[in-house]
Structures are given as structure tokens and as C-alpha cells.
């Protein structure tokens, strides 16, 4: 009961916490935090890292997660039968909608080395520069399906409820004191749940499917806490009646050996002591090693061919599209959040980073996009390679980034968007607004020319105003390059297009690091 009491409270908390990061930040409570005690991200970010000289501020990042390392190697894997989200999830998913309609696990469902196969391919990939945990790290891909798919959602819901004058649906509004918000939608979210949602349909094959088999976090936290001293003990009294072995979801007690404990599998979730005679089975501080294997089973060959799998991974994520010509980096339409700064030895604003830079240390968990209040960071999807899949981007066709908003850098967890002043902004210079004079209306000559200066009344820095270009007494926007940011503001409010007269571009300047 306490666990899953213990469990509840700190699935309640992931959800607030992941409502909680917005603009403004509701909370002075880090919203990230349970991405930052996540040892695997943190671990693949410092492996991924272009520059050491950055591994210091990434430790400190990720602080946390050294924290829970320390707790692992001495209590064991609790973070797994306690904290995790996902295992809450998946436990909760089990016990409403598997229970009910299968009682028993599949015999062929027990294989407890995948999760290190694909842990030491990860590792590899990261030595490469190339982040491959997005889809297989449960806190960020739980972060990410909460915020672009299931938040989303949810909100859409309110304004369903909300657009109801009459009848139950709007008492029921009026009692929960639902206004409306703007909506929010983003690109490919709902495939991107699939890897949350398998976790959850595997139960079906077995309890705590991935858990056992996939979770590299899992496998990562069961390496580190095997040798932990809070542990499971049998007493020598104990009458092989193997409750124990059938109660236990994470099958770290062998079959037909009730006195034995696989450690790096246990979770500590104590469902072994329903053992039907009292004291026989208990959990606590022990060193005793009677009973304890702390064996991992893998074998040496396979483990090459993981390591292998991920260093193919990593070359091919590194290559270009084929037939694309330009490279990630010099992509026109691939313009990073405002966060993604680099500064100097003053502290000032030096420059926007590298792609390299960014990549590597973007964990595509969505932070940023759910607290981004006009809906303008979207999800890359060609736009910047295989290994920058889901990253972050500026897309003005959805919206523009707010002169008065600086939460992207607030809530990203890893140091892929960094913090920055609402006063610094004007110095953050994330693109450049160019006009398509074929296709601008006050571009035009003769009876075609119609006078529009949208993008010059809308844009909140002052860089466009209305000029006699020609000396024909008729008005165009011109954009002053100096000191435009980029915001997107005047691509959203063209009438133009599709596509714009006016669109916000990569600056060329970024290119080159």
C-alpha cells in the first residue's frame, strides 16, 4: 500500500510539474527535475558532448541524477518499482485494463539481457555525437507524450466543455470554473506516443513488459544497483511454496528457487511478501549473501553486436538525407528556440550554437514546446537529419515567438536551450525576415501594386518600415537585418501564400560553426 501510495504521489507530481512549465513559469520549483535525475540522459548527454569543456556544467545539470546513482548502487533499483512514471503508468494500465482480461504472463516473454543490448548501443551512438535515447528513455519519451499529445488533448477537451452554453456538459464546465484557451496542436505528435503506448499494450504479453526487457534506463539503474544493500532475504524456514515466484512482475525470483533473488532485476516492489507464511519473507538492510545473484546475463558477443548496431547507428544518423543538398546545418528553414545561446566570458550573449552543439544535448522531450504559450516551437521532422528528429524548431506558420516570453530556456532540462532575460532578447538574433518581392503586394508595380504593411505595423522590434523604394510615391516594407530577431511575427500575419511574402530564415552566420 505505502508503494503505491509512494508511486501516485510522485506520478501527481510529474503531471503537475509538466503543467506547471509555462510562460510565465507558474512554479520557482525546477519543472525539469525529474529529467534531470535521469542518470541515462545524463549519461548519453555527456557522452554526446562536442566540446569537454562543457562536461562540468552538464554535471551540473544533471545533478540529480548523480544523486539517484549514489541511492542506487546502495539501496537497489527503487527508482523503478517507486518513482518512475512510466512504471506507474504501466502498472496502473495492468491492473484497470490486463488484469481483468489475461491472468497469466507469456512463458516466452522473459528476456531480461535486450535491455543491456540496447543500453550499450545507445552508449556507443552517443560516443558519436548522436542522442538515440528519445525513443527508448522513459522519462523523457513519457515527458514527451504527456506534453504534445496528451496536454493537447486535454485542453481541446476544455474547450469542447466550454463552447457548451446549455444542458449538463455546461454545468459540468461552470462547476470546474473551465474558461478557454488557445488550442495547440503539434506536428506527428501522436506517433511519437507510440513507444508510451507499446510500453503500456506489452503488458498484455507480461506484467512489467518493458520494464524487464527494454528499459535501457532500467538496464542502466540494474547494473549500478546490484550490489545494493536493501535487499530481499528468504528465511531457511521457507516451505517452497513459490507464491512468491508467481507474485513477482519483474521474474527476479527463479523459477523452482523461492530463496533466491536476482538483484539487478528486483525492484523492490515487496509483492513477494504476499507469501502466505508471515515473516518467512522479508526486505530490508542486509549483507548478507545467501540467496543473492547479482549476475547480469549477458554474453560477450552479443554485446559486440550491440556495440556494432550502435556505431552504424551513429554513422548513418550523422550522414545527410539522400539527395538532400543541404546539409542540416545549412538548412534555410532550421531555426532554433531563443534558449539555444552560447555566451561569452562576460556572461553576454556571444552567439547561437552549433547544430552539433544542440543536438547533442536536446533530449526531444517536448519541454519546451508545452511551455511555449503561442504554439511556435514545433518538432523537427527532415528539417535537420535523423539525429535531429524531433528537436525543437521555429516554425512561423504556427505561430511567432512573443517579445515578452523566455520559458524555453527556463525549462529545458539538459542545456540545449538556455536561460536568458526577457531584456536580452533583442539581442538574440534566431533568424532573419527576407520578402519575396515576386509575390509581396506592396511590391508590385503599376495597377498590380496594393498598398500592405502588415508586417511593418505587427513587428514588435522595429525592424521593417515602409519606404518609397522607387521614388513612385508608393510604399514597401524594407527589413533591416541589424535588427530584426527573427521573432516570425510578420510570416504569421501575412496575408500572403501559402507560402508567406515574408518568411524568417536561418542566418547565414550560423552556418559556419
Same mark, same amino acid.
Request: net charge positive.
Given at each position: ?13 510529474? @503531471? ?11 512554479? %520557482? @520549483?525546477?519543472? %525539469? ?67 481483468? @482480461? ?5 512463458? *516466452? ?23 538515440? /535515447? ?10 514527451? /507524450? ?28 461552470? #462547476? ?23 510500453? $503500456? ?11 524487464? !526487457? ?36 519483474? *521474474? ?20 513477494? $511478501? ?30 559486440? /553486436?550491440?556495440?556494432? /548496431? ?7 544518423? #550523422? ?11 545549412? !538548412? ?31 533530449? #526531444? ?52 536551450? *538556455? ?38 505595423? @505587427?513587428?514588435?522590434? !522595429? ?29 504569421? !500575419? ?8 515574408? #518568411? ?10
Amino acid at each position: 500500500m505505502l508503494r503505491r501510495a509512494c508511486q501516485v504521489i510522485f506520478l501527481a507530481a510529474f @503531471v503537475l510539474l509538466l503543467r506547471a512549465a509555462q510562460s510565465p513559469t507558474a512554479t %520557482s @520549483v525546477d519543472v %525539469s527535475v525529474f529529467l534531470r535525475a535521469d542518470p541515462l540522459a545524463g549519461l548519453l548527454t555527456l557522452l554526446a558532448l562536442p566540446h569537454f569543456a562543457a562536461a562540468g556544467n552538464m554535471l551540473y545539470l544533471f545533478f540529480p541524477a548523480l544523486i539517484l546513482l549514489v541511492l542506487t548502487a546502495l539501496l537497489g533499483r527503487f527508482f523503478c518499482g517507486w518513482i518512475c512514471p512510466l512504471g506507474t503508468c504501466i502498472d496502473v494500465f495492468h491492473r484497470a485494463l490486463v488484469r481483468p @482480461v489475461r491472468k497469466s504472463d507469456s512463458r *516466452r516473454a522473459h528476456w531480461p539481457h535486450l535491455k543491456y543490448y540496447l543500453l550499450a548501443a545507445l552508449l556507443v551512438a552517443a560516443l558519436f555525437g548522436v542522442q538515440a /535515447a528519445c525513443f527508448l528513455d522513459p522519462i523523457p519519451l513519457t515527458t514527451r /507524450a504527456f506534453a504534445t499529445a496528451f496536454d493537447p488533448a486535454l485542453l481541446s477537451l476544455q474547450n469542447w466543455l466550454v463552447a457548451h452554453e446549455t444542458g449538463p456538459l455546461a454545468a459540468l464546465s461552470s #462547476r470546474l470554473n473551465l474558461q478557454w484557451v488557445p488550442s495547440r496542436s503539434f506536428t506527428f505528435a501522436w506517433p511519437l506516443t507510440a513507444p508510451f503506448i507499446l510500453a $503500456l499494450v506489452l503488458g498484455f504479453v507480461s506484467r512489467r513488459y518493458w520494464c524487464r !526487457n527494454i528499459c535501457p534506463l532500467g538496464a542502466l539503474l540494474a547494473f549500478v544497483g546490484r550490489f545494493g544493500l536493501w535487499r530481499r532475504h528468504v528465511s531457511a524456514s521457507c516451505k517452497q511454496c513459490s507464491a512468491c515466484i508467481s507474485d513477482c512482475k519483474m *521474474r527476479a525470483i527463479p523459477a523452482g528457487a523461492p530463496h533466491c533473488t536476482r538483484t539487478p532485476e528486483c525492484i523492490l516492489c515487496y509483492d513477494c $511478501l504476499s507469501c502466505p507464511q508471515p515473516g518467512i519473507t522479508r526486505i530490508g538492510l542486509t549483507t548478507a549473501s545467501q540467496g543473492l545473484d547479482t549476475g547480469i546475463d549477458v554474453t560477450r558477443r552479443r554485446l559486440l /553486436a550491440a556495440a556494432g /548496431a550502435g556505431l552504424l547507428y551513429g554513422l548513418i544518423a #550523422r550522414v545527410p538525407f539522400a539527395g538532400r543538398r543541404l546539409t542540416p546545418a545549412r !538548412n534555410p528553414l532550421l531555426i532554433r528556440p531563443p534558449g539555444a545561446i552560447v555566451r561569452d566570458s562576460a556572461g553576454k550573449v556571444a552567439r547561437m550554437m552549433t547544430e552539433d552543439e544542440f543536438r547533442t544535448q536536446c533530449l #526531444r522531450c517536448g519541454e519546451c514546446m508545452k511551455a511555449c504559450p503561442t504554439n511556435v516551437i514545433q518538432p523537427a521532422l527532415r528539417q535537420s537529419g535523423i539525429d535531429g528528429f524531433y528537436t525543437p524548431i521555429i516554425a512561423a506558420t504556427a505561430g511567432w515567438c512573443e517579445q515578452s516570453c523566455n520559458a524555453c530556456g527556463l525549462v529545458c532540462p539538459s542545456g540545449a536551450l *538556455r536561460p536568458f532575460t526577457i531584456e536580452e532578447k533583442s539581442d538574440i538574433r534566431i533568424a532573419e525576415a527576407r520578402i519575396d518581392t515576386a509575390t509581396c503586394l506592396s511590391w508590385q508595380t503599376g495597377d498590380a501594386y496594393t498598398l500592405c504593411l502588415i508586417c511593418e505595423g @505587427v513587428c514588435p522590434y !522595429n525592424a521593417i518600415t515602409a519606404e518609397d523604394t522607387d521614388g513612385s510615391g508608393q510604399l514597401r516594407p524594407v527589413v533591416h537585418p541589424d535588427i530584426c530577431v527573427g521573432c516570425g511575427l510578420c510570416e504569421y !500575419n501575412c496575408p500572403g501564400g501559402p507560402p508567406a511574402a515574408i #518568411r524568417i530564415y536561418r542566418r547565414g552566420s550560423q552556418n559556419a560553426a
